[in-house]
């Protein structure tokens, strides 16, 4: 039978080989955080909340949410760091969708044109991105594999950076406002093979988030101190 702990020596050549992946994982855990690209227009009464401390949120304090019934969603703006035509139009439409999914969930989804009273308005925009690179991913897993590990450790994860704002249809003023970030999770795995896995996870949370938030504003209404790890620009 073979051994059931790799030779010393063989296992030394395999810490040496991956040494260059730890050293890569410092820097390469998906580098999402707040971002403040401009896309919305104010940003100083933006907080985390008690129950979502990792995002940055304004809900205007006179919206009542049971006023609205129906909801425009526009087109995903790219506020990111510049990607190929194919990969921006790609990840603005899984946004896109995943805002429709969730809001047609508690509204009527209507046309820009059917703009009217009772009728809330979607801005959204990607502010930042990474994709997973699974030619660093892959030879990690292996390597720990061989060492008798479980292969959870990926030094290369993707992530993405989102703004979002409602807004009352007619008038254009903001109700709801939401600056949401994620990185990279390990039990996420096809995320460290599919560059833009991760990303798509973050819109999928993002797209939660924002409707939940604008259906249930309540507890959202109350600030905590402003988060320290806002960026001034996008990743």
Same mark, same amino acid.
């Given at each position: 039978?073979?051994?059931? +702990?790799?030779?010393?020596?063989?296992?030394?050549?395999?810490?040496?080989?991956?040494?260059?992946? +730890?050293?890569?994982?410092?820097?390469?855990?998906?580098?999402?955080?707040?971002?403040?690209?401009?896309?919305?227009?104010?940003?100083?009464?933006?907080?985390?909340?008690?129950?979502?401390?990792?995002?940055?949120?304004?809900?205007? $304090?006179?919206?009542?949410?049971?006023?609205?019934?129906?909801?425009?969603?526009?087109?995903?703006?790219?506020?990111?760091?510049?990607?190929?035509?194919?990969?921006?139009?790609?990840?603005?439409?899984?946004?896109?969708?995943?805002?429709?999914?969730?809001? $047609?969930?508690?509204?009527?989804?209507?046309?820009?044109?059917?703009?009217?009273?009772?009728?809330?308005?979607?801005?959204?925009?990607?502010?930042?991105?990474?994709?997973?690179?699974?030619?660093?991913?892959?030879?990690?897993?292996?390597?720990?594999?061989?060492?008798?590990?479980?292969?959870?450790?990926?030094?290369?994860?993707?992530?993405? $950076?989102?703004?979002?704002?409602?807004?009352?249809?007619?008038?254009?003023?903001?109700?709801?406002?939401?600056?949401?970030?994620?990185?990279?999770?390990?039990?996420?795995?096809?995320?460290?093979?599919?560059?833009?896995?991760?990303?798509?996870?973050?819109?999928?949370?993002?797209?939660?988030?924002?409707?939940?938030?604008?259906?249930?504003?309540?507890?959202?209404?109350?600030?905590?101190?402003?988060?320290?790890?806002?960026?001034?620009?996008?990743?």
């Amino acid at each position: 039978m073979p051994p059931a +702990v790799a030779p010393a020596g063989r296992r030394a050549a395999i810490i040496i080989a991956i040494a260059p992946l +730890v050293a890569l994982s410092a820097c390469s855990t998906g580098g999402q955080r707040l971002t403040r690209t401009g896309f919305l227009s104010d940003y100083s009464q933006m907080h985390p909340t008690k129950e979502h401390k990792k995002a940055s949120i304004y809900v205007a $304090s006179d919206y009542e949410p049971a006023a609205y019934t129906k909801v425009i969603i526009e087109p995903v703006e790219w506020q990111a760091k510049p990607r190929d035509e194919k990969t921006t139009a790609k990840l603005s439409a899984d946004f896109h969708e995943r805002l429709v999914k969730n809001f $047609s969930s508690k509204y009527q989804v209507v046309d820009a044109s059917k703009a009217a009273p009772g009728v809330l308005r979607v801005r959204s925009a990607i502010t930042g991105t990474r994709p997973a690179r699974w030619y660093y991913n892959v030879p990690a897993q292996a390597a720990q594999l061989a060492l008798g590990g479980l292969g959870f450790f990926r030094p290369s994860s993707g992530g993405a $950076s989102q703004e979002m704002q409602v807004q009352d249809a007619i008038t254009g003023r903001p109700l709801v406002q939401v600056a949401s970030f994620r990185n990279g999770k390990p039990w996420h795995v096809s995320g460290s093979y599919v560059p833009y896995d991760h990303a798509r996870g973050a819109f999928s949370d993002a797209s939660k988030l924002l409707t939940q938030i604008t259906v249930s504003p309540e507890s959202s209404r109350t600030e905590l101190k402003p988060d320290p790890q806002v960026a001034s620009i996008a990743p």
